[in-house]
């Protein structure tokens, strides 16, 4: 199946003629979105999400639902504000066949489902889908009960014969490729016979707020879980079986997509300003008040949103991703515009993700006259006086973002296919031309 964003259109990058000083309203989070679109397919009553991203990676998502016979409704809030999806929660059917694109949420997060579906479910999407790993949840769903067919790679295309139930109980993986394996396991466990207790087996596991994201919204649904943070085992997760509640939910903003707009103030010396940044959440994203404190600016969480503000110098940073491999990108964009060299560590699972993130950001910046290296686990960037050229984003959302980021500050950046960033935030572009032009 083709990407349908494969193309090789230029995108002049912006530059920016001096501070920016803007407001950006942020649209809702893909992996908030997607889980509870899980939630709600898996609960015993309907139950509505606010503000829910509309995306490649989220449309996804409620089309594969949708094909195994979940009901979503697109309209109104029920207070008759806001846009909002509606899902009415139907026993699930095959035969399915779903396309997961090369969305990491779609592909791990529905397998599991399928097993409960009364018929095959033919999963398939993006040639880089084939290359993402889905071995942990392949596996483990063998382990409880589950039949499926796949040409033993451990990854796409694969077919998923659901037969209503699921017998679930103990499994052991090694999820040091994917966070996204235990998410998956867990999402789907209230449904099981059993319910599941997983145990990670692997050295190192990526991405935790991932997972505490995955276990607030399942008790936010009423599921019973232990965690290795409520006093269980370490590495070991346990859902009991039950019936999950149809809730009203509202979708936070995508922290993560506020990566770029943040990074702007940061390296023009301006001001961003993210209406509805939560006081409290799960989101990786959250981390950037940190980080991007660290390289330079600062921050406060006010009535208007989190104002965060540059200051006129971009440090270098040392930096430990693992926990939010998903900025890694944006950190690498300011990192090669800064005063002084960074290191990003703990990430070694990145040359998993859309593309290889680690070759592409090094071989792409190098390319603008940057001198970045690629270690085991991460990056050594030594800022260089950069020029313009054209910058690959390799269907890679995060790519084309990080492209930007420089573009501002490095006149004569093209970006390719700019689009690609219609996996998780397709207003991009016009945020932000907008975000220049305030
Ligand atoms: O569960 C999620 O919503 C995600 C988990 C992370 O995946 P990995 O653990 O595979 O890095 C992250 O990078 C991805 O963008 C979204
Ligand atoms: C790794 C990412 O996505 P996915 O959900 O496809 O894994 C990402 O958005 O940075």
Partial sequence: MAPNTADTALWPAPHASGA????????????????????ASLASEPGWLRRPLRSRDTLLMAGALRAMGIEIEEGVGPDGTGEAWRVL???????????VGNAGTVMRFLPPVAALADGPVRFDGDPRSYERPLNGVIDALRQLGARID????????????????????????????????????LLSGPRFN?????RHTGATLPSMP???????MLRAVGAQVDTPESGGEPNVWRVTPGALLGRDLVIEPDLSNAQPFLAAALVTGGKVVIPDWPARTTQPGDRLREIFTEMGGSCELTEFGLVFTGSGSVHGIDVDLSEVGELTPGVAAVAALADSPSTLRGVAHLRL???????????EINELGGDVTETADGLHIRPRR???????TYDDHRMATAGAIIGLAVEGVQIENVATTAKTLPDFPDLWTGMLGA
């Fill in 210 to 216: 991932h997972i505490r994201m995955t276990v607030d």
């Fill in 194 to 198: 059993q319910g599941v207790e997983v």
């Fill in 353 to 363: 993700h859309e593309t290889d993130r680690l070759a592409a950001l090094t071989k």
């Fill in 20 to 39: 920016v000083d803007a407001t950006v309203h942020v649209p809702g989070s893909k992996s908030v979105t997607n889980r509870a679109l899980v939630l």
């Fill in 150 to 185: 796949d040409d033993g790679r451990g990854a796409l295309p694969l077919t998923v014969h659901g037969s209503g139930a699921l017998d679930g109980g103990p499994v052991a993986i090694d999820a040091s490729s994917s966070s996204q394996f235990v998410s998956a396991l």
């Fill in 386 to 392: 950069l020029h313009g050229g054209i910058f690959h």
């Fill in 89 to 99: 929660p139907t026993g699930l059917r095959g035969p399915a066949t779903v396309d």
